[in-house]
């Protein structure tokens, strides 16, 4: 079984069976423990599953681009060391650098994910949530323990950060995190795949990551009304529909030149959030 779909297969089984084993321990903390559920919109509820499926396209994606032998680019992903600030601006950098350790995991860059896995921790402490990542997770993370399913416990590791933030009534906070996420991960993918689009495995995963689109924005929807800042970042979003909709509609049939403008437009909106 090639390395993509030993990644995918593990990834799905986290999905079906609600984060239980497939390599790896289960992290310490709440799970889905939405003590706030019944004050939110069921539409809220029903996105919530877009974090976890955002890491686990993203994962999948990379995965292939490592078979497909496409080059490792971290000028794709955020600065070392990057600081952001206020808790929106936290929240949105921890989903960001959570794509950036998924991309470096997969090519097998440690010190970039050793990097990285601080800078998350950093993150993390700042929005109180500082058990998903912990000095046991970098070592484990950057071991070379072949026995470690290290895509599963990155996973793992980053919704518990989110389960955290919702269920001590931060759920917008976890919104922040999920358009950081999102954001980064598209940009890291476009951002490769802009020279290259030979492979429909390649394409149709993503084209996964692509329409997840809808589901951030149903995500933020929600606090719009209650919530200036949320407000503005779905506004900001709406505008990249244009550069979203020629990938959206057409699975199999998009351009090598429509991920190349969507590069350039999410990388505007990325510099814009992520400053």
């Not at 795949?193 to 149709?204: E, H, W």
Request: glycine share 6%.
């Amino acid at each position: 079984m090639s390395k993509p779909k030993i990644v995918s297969f593990c990834l799905m089984a986290v999905s079906t069976a609600v984060l239980m084993s497939c390599g790896g321990e289960e992290p310490k903390g709440p799970r889905y423990n939405y003590e706030r559920a019944d004050s939110l919109d069921p539409a809220y509820l029903q996105e919530l599953s877009s974090v976890r499926t955002n890491i686990e396209i993203s994962a999948q994606l990379f995965g292939q681009l490592v078979e497909a032998e496409y080059p490792f680019d971290e000028s794709l992903m955020l600065s070392s060391g990057k600081s952001f600030s206020g808790s929106k601006g936290q929240a949105l950098g921890l989903g960001a650098v959570g794509s950036d350790l998924v991309y470096a995991t997969l090519f097998g860059q440690n010190q970039t994910a050793i990097t990285r896995s601080k800078d998350m921790m950093d993150q993390a402490n700042k929005l109180n949530v500082p058990e998903a990542f912990d000095e046991k997770f970098i070592t484990a993370l950057t071991s070379d323990d072949s026995t470690i399913n290290k895509p599963i416990m990155l996973t793992k590791a980053y919704l518990n950060a989110k389960d955290q933030l919702f269920s001590e009534d931060r759920a917008q906070l976890a919104t922040f995190m999920a358009v950081g996420g999102w954001v980064e991960g598209i940009y890291i993918g476009s951002g490769a795949l802009k020279t290259k689009l030979d492979r429909n495995d390649i394409r149709i995963t993503f084209f996964e990551m692509v329409k997840s689109y809808d589901n951030v924005m149903k995500m933020l929807t929600v606090f719009a009304d209650m919530n200036p800042e949320i407000a503005a970042l779905k506004t900001e979003m709406e505008a990249l529909a244009p550069a979203i909709g020629p990938i959206k509609s057409k699975p199999n049939r998009y351009k090598l030149e429509q991920v190349v403008a969507l590069h350039e437009a999410i990388g505007k909106f990325r510099s814009k959030i992520l400053n």
